[in-house]
């Protein structure tokens, strides 16, 4: 039989335990039980709006104020799509030779930056782009153009798509049309990127000079798409104008042969300077 002493004793053990989670809550008290410190997770990539969304300043001469296009989207697809395709346009406009996948490339790029403070400026008749912005900058300027090379996060990645290949492949292409791209850090923290393809002849000399050649108009279409890419094969130039490779292939030999366009290895072809200056008197 249990004594008044056990009794008493077993009553002082329970007054005394700590109690269970639902004992705690059925009371309205809190549990003693440890909760894991909430992970600081980075802010969500978002379009900038308003008075920090990213700005084209296009200068039509050097002396007179520049042209400022702001550029808002309701997301990052579509801000990384219209802030290349505008400044494309505005480069075009201005009779610029910049191929829209270095454009694109390194618009998709400012995903680094956040897209904090960009400002696209287009000079010397669409011939330069400057693109600065005020984000953590790029510390390791030439390891930055090693292919594979990337300091993107887990969220940036799902917009990206080559990672690691933005900027190699972007110097590349404006090789082939001897361009330069060049990375500079930016006053106040951040980066600018210069893309610079060689001044443009004047327009007279342009038609004086350009090569005497009647190509047909998928031939024509050929060398636009050579000089928006920058460079490519006999598959992306079927892929793109929706014709055979037979045919992609044997238009290329032959705009190759006029001496248009040139060899650069792995079935690869670019224009040469025949080929600007033809296309500058047809288009």
Known sequence: MESFLDRLLA???????????????ARGGSSTAAVPAAVDEPPPLTAPQGPGAPRIAVYDTLTSPPRIIAVEEKDLPALIASLAEKTYNSCREQGGQIPFTVIQELIENLLHASF???????????????????????????????PGFTTATSAQRRFIRGVGSGLPIAREALQFLRGVLTVEDNLGGGAVVTIKLPSRPREEEAHREAPSVKLTTRQTKVLVLLMELGSAGPKAVARELGISPATAFRDLNLLEQKGLIHSLGDGKRGLREEGLRLLDSIV
Do not use: W, Y
């Not at 011939?127 to 953590?136: A, C, F, L, N």
């Not at 510390?139 to 153009?145: D, G, L, Q, S």
């Open 116 to 146: 904090c403070d960009v400002v696209v400026t287009v000079l010397d008749n669409g011939q330069t782009i400057r693109i600065s912005d005020h984000g953590p900058g790029i510390e390791e300027k030439e390891r930055a153009f090693l």
């Open 11 to 25: 009553e002082s053990r329970a007054a005394t335990r700590p109690p269970d989670d639902n004992v705690a809550a």
